[in-house]
């Protein structure tokens, strides 16, 4: 009986046994089969991918940025060049783990370490791919690169790449015609005109940088190196060469440019020098500036101070300044009520103000008798007062908006402005309220809501002095580009453009003369005549609260006037046109001497070449300003102080 049961679990084991076999049979059949199928899919299927991506682990394919366009002024002399420079990249497709190796690296290369995690974080946030290399430092010096060579072993995440890196003027000299270059960012990578641009590539950022940067930035080549486990780079197969980037040369005169930079030293605003046949602009300076040689390697502690400034060192004033122009905007003035009929016959007497609309609009002096030909000389509010009841704001705006006025020139820089011409349409869309006869006063002198750019008045009064001639201001020859890409320029740069307004002979004569008798004796720029030339222009102070308000508000240096010119020479067909603003500069005159350094510089430049001919050189002399009937050495009264909204000399 035992012996039966005992034969019996034998029985039963050996078949449990068998079909534990035969299970373990079945299993190693399938997962041999499993991997056949996944091996058949490796190496047949998947045979051509896996051999690309095989290769890309054995070859990186890296950058050779093209050097980008020199550009040089009118004579082909350089303003912004290229230089060797050696740059330290870190490659985040390391077998290894690199954040260990970050307070190494840190120190070596004298970058705080949270700017390196910084951009590490940023590249994953924007979805840089992680064979892209990400940039550490720009021109490394030689201690740098000979501590990346002592790492190489320990550090293979270290790769060095030689550029070409741009070379500014010094101390901001025309920083802001030229611009800056930097890294291209991702909400530039959105914008269509960047759809070909890949992370990390530099491009302009601002001024003709930017305008243009298609054709000075070249066409990047590339290498494909071979590299091995550690990522290093153990040979070349082949390269792809870059294409350097297309010299540019601007309109822009060395000369003249000096002589405008020298002039603003120390202040704070804005000069344009243009040639008003053409529109080609001689000189373009902005007060405060920066160094765009600082971008290159761009600190927090200097982006800091440029964001501290309250008078904004990025802002180019010369286009986007929108301030009032004081007594500057009576030759438009001028131009309109001349062309109207109204001004020829305008006969006013000046006792230091007069009174419209039951209230007193002062003059900063008793002029006596005024009329057309001595106005602009004396400056005379009380005159423009009229003249500006007479016309009407809606008169004014046409004839100012016609000149360029409150519409941008279409100057071939980003971000010009528009500024601002009030008109009834105007104020109704901005203010939704209707315009009132007494608010059409103030806009007679330049003051009210009326906002231009130096930009603006350069051209407008230019164009006056040149017969209704206005051109579109560029910095950069026509022929320097092609065709298509002008036509694209001024698609992208809209604005006024070239365009010709009506003027009679009789009155440009009329308001030519009268410009010229501004910096003759008993003008308002009397001080800035210059012996021997035919210098004309027109002075503007513009207030930048009214004399009550200042009174109330104990501030100082801000509260002084803004001090405004525009020069032009010859007064007829002119050569040249300087629009000067020197913000809280207080007289107009002041600005006039500015100007007349920069006009004095293109006379003596203009004779030297021509052997004394040029037209500039030829000086009429200004017409014979009448004596003012009353002293203007009166003082007015303090109850006329408060309501005075310009002063002008």
Known sequence: ??????????????????????????????????????????????????????????IRKEPVLAPRGRIFDREGRILVDNYPSVTCYLLRDQPKNIDADLPLIADGLHIPIEEIQSAIRHSNAVGVAK?????????????????????????????????????????GFAAHLIGYVGEISPNDLQQSRFSTYEPGQVVGKSGVEETYDSILRGTDGSRDVIVNSHGKEVGVLGQELATPGTDLKLTIDLDIQMAAEQALEGKIGAIVAMDPHTGEILAMVSRPTY?????????????????????????????????????????????????????????????????????????????GSVDIHNALPYSCDTFYYTLANKLGIETMAHYANSVGIGVKSGIDLPDEEAGIMPSEEWKMKTQHEKW?????????????????????????????????????????????????????IHNEFPGAGDTTVPLTA??????????????????????????????????????????????????????????????IAPRRNPDIVVAVLWEHGNWGNNSAKLAA?????????????????????????????????TPSTIAQPADDRAARPSTDR
């Open 597 to 629: 350094q920069v006009i004095n510089a293109f006379v003596t430049k203009q004779r030297s070449r021509a052997g004394n001919l040029t037209k500039v050189a030829e000086s009429p002399g200004p017409a014979q300003t009448p004596a003012p009937e």
């Open 436 to 488: 009132y006869a007494g608010e059409t006063i103030s806009p007679g002198i330049g003051q009210g809501a009326i906002e231009a750019t130096p930009m603006q008045l350069a051209r407008a009064i230019s164009g006056i002095a040149s017969g209704g001639a206005l051109r579109r201001p560029h910095l950069v020859f026509p022929n320097e580009v092609s065709p298509q890409m002008l036509t694209d």
């Open 1 to 58: 009986m035992v012996e039966r049961r005992r034969m019996e679990n034998l029985n039963r084991n050996e078949k449990i046994s068998a079909i534990k076999l035969h299970a373990s049979q079945y299993v190693v059949a399938l997962v041999l089969m499993v991997l056949g199928c996944g091996l058949w899919r490796l190496q047949v299927l998947g045979s051509d991918n896996y051999r690309v991506l095989a290769e890309q682990n054995r």
């Open 291 to 367: 160094d765009p040689n600082q971008f290159l390697h761009l600190t927090r502690a200097y982006w800091q101070s440029i964001l501290d400034n309250p008078d904004h060192p990025l802002m180019n004033k010369t286009i986007q300044a929108q301030l009032a122009p004081g007594s500057t905007f009576k030759v438009i003035m001028t131009y309109a009520g001349l062309q109207e009929g109204v001004a020829q016959d305008m006969h006013v007497n000046c006792a230091g103000g007069a009174t419209f609309y039951g209230h007193f609009f002062a003059c900063d002096k008793h002029h």
């Open 506 to 567: 009789a009155n440009w004569q009329i308001i030519t003369d009268d410009m010229a008798n501004v910096t003759g004796p008993g003008g308002t720029a009397a001080e800035a005549h210059l012996e021997g030339v035919d210098f004309a222009g027109k002075t503007g102070t513009a207030q930048v609260m009214s004399h009550d308000a200042l009174s109330k508000s104990g501030k100082g240096h801000n509260t002084i006037p803004n001090a405004w010119f525009v020069g």
């Open 131 to 171: 064979y892209e290399p990400i940039l550490l430092k720009h021109d490394i010096t030689p201690d740098e690169q000979a501590f990346i060579a002592a790492h190489r072993d320990e550090l293979p995440e270290l790769e060095t790449q030689e550029e070409q890196r741009r070379l500014y003027p010094r101390d």
